[in-house]
């Protein structure tokens, strides 16, 4: 699976943990279950985030360094 295919996958997981979460509370689910999923959830968030950012970053990164080389030529 590609890098891309696998940050899809994970927000596919975020969307149906998110329903799984709205079950668990409608049927009044454990709260330590409904707590680990919740965690889980925002976890799964975090990282999404931290790889946009990344992605956000490296793309800057790449275009100041195309500018940097028009500079020189």
Do not use: H, Q, W
């Not at 997981?13 to 707590?35: F, G, H, Q, T």
């Not at 965690?39 to 195309?66: F, M, P, Q, S």
């Amino acid at each position: 699976m590609s890098v891309a295919g696998s940050i899809e996958a994970t927000r596919e997981l975020c969307v149906d943990l998110d329903n799984l979460i709205e079950l668990a509370k409608e049927s009044r689910a454990p709260i330590r279950a409904l707590s680990f999923i919740e965690r889980t959830r925002a976890d799964l968030r975090a990282y999404l985030d931290e790889i946009e950012r990344l992605v956000e970053l490296g793309l800057k990164a790449k275009g100041n360094r195309r500018t940097d080389e028009r500079e020189y030529l």
